[in-house]
């Protein structure tokens, strides 16, 4: 009897295993399933039930309502991530429901007001029963093993944010774009639960599952984050339509550019420029690396590059000299840049650039992101997948030579005649190597609306780089001016193609 007793006791302990297994597999299938059923269901409307205490909050008040540190989730547990959450409030009404993925299964992180400091704000929390965590941050021990920064952090629609080491928040992603900048209006689909998978006390990486919703799109995600000095997160997520649209927008990034080198302040400012990202950078399916400065323009512009199996595109912020700033609080130097980088084949597509117009620097005006040629009819998948870079000292740049800076204006001239003037430095291991009396020349080409009047490109002494100057004349200003341009030497081109929209008007 006692082999068999033995055996009862390994089948017993199998089949614990077995359900302790069967527990903790829960995994993007999971959330694709709960995508698809939600797409094939009429879509509802989230009600908000929000106090109007906190609907009534400033932006100053709604940040006054802090979490207690030391309340954070695995804190105790001493795990490498810790989770924060965001208070309901503001336009923060719509509750977002989290999960933790451990062992024993998936359990809900329910909300308690115990956790939050509510500042001056006079607000009784035990009032605050029965609300939900407008989103959440994740914390990482990202500049100092002594202390864990804050890396990560989802709050509003489907916008998240990440830092790498010595990084300052700046421009955002999302995790999807509807009918952005078409007159319909755009459609902001909202990440409505998350799953994030318990660490151990080894990891490197956190593994957060998300599930998206909207009127006519719902969509599963999987975020792999891994914190460094370039932070990487990488994106799988499958979409289902409800109903036809006309722009579905994929892997979005959201930027501010209130003016720079090339677009001077229209108001007295100390700052000589303000900007969370200078330029669109696009390296394309051919191999041609393309530099688009941005722009605060006096009325919305929608540009766009078309091409198959894009390489990576991203919002930058090239410019990392403090001087070109001199903001002690925003420190726009140390803002990230974004890289977007595919994984697999894309398709055929466009990457497009939206800009508008903006008084101020308190509103995201920038907004890139890729559209396919072909998107997904209703019941329909579409799969995606690529990795964020946020960026910072190691920036993906062109192998040869890369823009600098972009500068607008003719200097000193004795007859002033109407034509505009334009500095573009290049620098790069392309450049570094040639004598300063080499053979270098720059490529221009100007649109139909415009008239190229002079072209020089000299040795720049100080960077060792190469300087192009340009001076032409545009035909029509109610219509806008589109330039590109490039260095070539004798045999060889040497830096990636400058390409610039003069908007109208301006």
């Given amino acids: 009897m006692k082999p068999l007793r033995r055996n009862t006791a390994r089948l017993l302990a199998l089949a614990l295993w077995f359900a302790l297994a069967g527990a903790q597999a829960f995994d993007f299938a999971d959330v694709a399933a709960r995508a698809k059923q939600l797409a094939a269901a009429p879509y509802r409307k989230p009600e908000s039930k929000l106090p109007q205490a906190l609907k009534d909050l400033s932006y100053d008040q709604y940040r006054d309502i802090r979490f207690k540190p ?76 002594k202390y864990k920064d804050e890396v990560l952090l989802f709050l509003g629609a489907s916008y998240f944010r ?19 900048a078409l007159a319909s209006g755009e459609e902001f689909p909202r990440f409505t639960e998350f799953w994030i998978q318990r660490p151990k006390h080894t990891d490197k990486e956190l593994t957060i599952y998300a599930l998206l919703d909207s009127r006519r799109v719902t969509g599963a995600y999987r975020f792999v984050l891994k914190p460094g000095d370039d932070t990487q997160i990488t994106v ?22 209130f003016f720079g080198e090339n677009q001077h302040p229209t108001t007295d400012d100390y700052r000589p420029e303000v900007h969370d990202s200078d330029g669109l950078s696009i390296h394309s399916g051919t191999g041609e690396w393309l530099w688009r400065p941005l722009v605060n323009p006096a009325r919305l512009l929608v540009t766009s590059f078309a091409m198959t199996n894009p390489q990576g595109f991203g919002l930058m912020q090239r410019d990392r000299q403090f001087c070109h700033y001199e903001d002690l609080n925003l420190r726009d130097d140390l803002r990230p840049s974004a ?129 192009l100057m340009l001076r032409l004349r545009r035909i029509d200003d109610d219509k806008p001016l589109e330039l590109r341009a490039y260095l070539a030497g004798e045999n060889s081109t040497l830096s990636e193609t400058w390409s610039y929209i003069l908007p109208a008007g301006e």
């Fill in 70 to 145: 030391e309340r954070a989730v695995w804190r105790k547990d001493k795990l490498p991530f810790e989770l924060q959450f965001f208070h309901e409030g503001m336009y923060y009404d719509q509750p977002v429901k989290i999960n933790e993925i451990t062992p024993g299964g998936v359990r809900e992180i329910r909300f308690d007001p115990d956790d939050f400091d509510y500042g001056s704000n006079r607000i009784d929390p035990t009032k605050m029963q029965g609300l939900g965590y407008a989103g959440f941050r994740v914390h990482y021990a990202l500049n100092t093993p």
């Fill in 162 to 180: 990440a830092l790498g080491k010595g990084q300052r928040y700046g421009l955002s992603a999302r995790g999807l774009a509807i009918d952005t």
């Fill in 236 to 257: 799988k997520e499958r979409l289902y339509l409800r109903e036809n649209l006309s722009k579905l927008g994929l892997a979005p990034l959201t930027s501010m550019y």
């Fill in 339 to 467: 890289w977007v980088e595919p994984l697999g084949q894309w398709g055929a597509g466009r990457v497009e650039l939206v800009e508008l117009p903006t008084p101020d620097e308190t509103n995201d005006n920038i907004v890139a992101y890729w559209v396919p040629d072909q998107p997904p009819t209703p019941g329909q998948a579409l799969d995606l997948e690529y990795r964020l870079h946020w960026q910072m000292h190691d920036e993906e740049r062109p192998p040869l030579a890369w823009v600098v800076q972009t500068r607008r204006g003719l200097g000193y001239v004795r007859h002033p005649d109407g034509s505009i003037g334009f500095v573009v430095d290049f620098e790069g291991p392309a450049l570094e190597k040639l004598k300063p009396d080499a053979k270098v020349e720059g490529i221009v080409s100007v649109g139909a609306n415009g008239e190229l009047l002079e072209r020089n490109t000299v040795h720049n002494e100080v960077t060792g780089g190469w300087r």
